[in-house]
Nanobody, 127 residues
Framework: QVQLVESGGGLVQAGGSLRLSCAAS????????MGWFRQAPGKEREFVAA????????YYTDSVKGRFTISRANAKNTVYLQMNSLKPEDTAVYYC????????????????????WGQGTQVTVSS
């Protein structure tokens, strides 16, 4: 099993920045990719970004391209989501998740493709 712990959420004004972290432990060897998702009240959980465990490939949803950056610190088994130019519509609970299967591209955007999930961290962007 893989355990995931997110941190870094908070309250920020529109235009500000936050960096989310997701620390993985347990069966690290089984991880092929990690993704970030978010869920706003009353809405479906949606894909934000994903990164291969090697850190060489990244994938973003269109609404965050140019504003968010996903990266991995290999030695720490930690993945980061740097969020800049935040907007009120970015407000949501953010979750990290891992998949053990060799997906790439658009398949990494599917909630159903992920095996393990963190508990979530709240991001609130005020206008």
């Amino acid at each position: 099993q893989v355990q995931l712990v997110e941190s870094g959420g908070g309250l920020v004004q529109a235009g500000g920045s936050l960096r989310l972290s997701c620390a993985a432990s347990g069966s690290i060897f089984s991880i092929n990719a990690m993704g970030w998702f978010r869920q706003a009240p009353g809405k479906e959980r949606e894909f934000v970004a994903a990164i291969s465990w090697s850190g060489t490939s990244t994938y973003y949803t269109d609404s965050v391209k140019g504003r968010f950056t996903i990266s991995r610190a290999n030695a720490k088994n930690t993945v980061y989501l740097q969020m800049n130019s935040l907007k009120p519509e970015d407000t949501a609970v953010y979750y990290c998740a891992t998949t053990s299967l060799n997906y790439s591209g658009s398949l990494l955007a599917l909630v159903s493709r992920y095996d393990y999930w963190g508990q979530g961290t709240q991001v609130t962007v005020s206008s």
